[in-house]
């Protein structure tokens, strides 16, 4: 997953920039100003917040209406490329996958790296939810619903002190 976001962050700008070019995007934003009374009018329009936001950014129309989109095409092909890059790793790993469990030894140990790797995200996954719960605890409102649960709870102490133990030692780490 970091893998498939990094290089989705490294190609963004080239991907975007070949998607403005092919697309000719600068044609068809003219075009669809002129031809779209509503998009000329909200580029055009005497709102109190456009008006805002062109006087700070020093911009006209014309490069407000590029901002928006180049925008939404980044966003856009960041979610396309993400989704494509992340399929194509998913296969290159259980192909990878695949050859290493048809080692013995190696496919073994790569078994057992996965049942450390699952039970540490169980972990973790156990910490972020006591975190969170003591987080909604705080809150007037919800504060008797989670009180009642807890103290009926015979788990969720001993989750908290993990989690407690778990977020300082990352924190300790990333320092």
């Known amino acids: 997953m970091f893998l498939s976001l990094y290089l989705t962050y490294l190609l963004l700008p080239k991907a975007t920039s070949f998607i403005l070019e092919t697309l000719k995007v600068d ?104 975190f969170v719960i003591d987080g909604l605890n705080d809150f007037d409102i919800l504060s008797p619903i989670f009180t009642a649960q807890i103290s009926t709870s015979s788990l969720y102490p001993a989750f908290k002190i993990g989690s407690e133990k778990l977020i300082t030692t990352v924190s300790n780490m990333l320092k």
């Open 27 to 130: 044609t068809l934003q003219s075009t669809l100003v002129q031809n779209n009374a509503f998009i000329s009018g909200l580029v055009n329009s005497n709102n109190i917040l456009l008006i805002f936001i062109k006087k700070i950014l020093h911009i006209n129309e014309t490069m407000l209406l590029n901002t928006v989109v180049e925008f939404v095409c980044n966003v856009l092909v960041f979610i396309v490329l993400s989704f494509i890059i992340n399929k194509v790793l998913k296969l290159l790993a259980k192909k990878f996958s695949m050859f290493v469990k048809s080692l013995a030894i190696i496919g073994s140990f790569d078994r057992l790296c996965g049942l450390a790797l699952g039970f540490f995200k169980g972990i973790i996954f156990v910490a972020l939810i006591c």
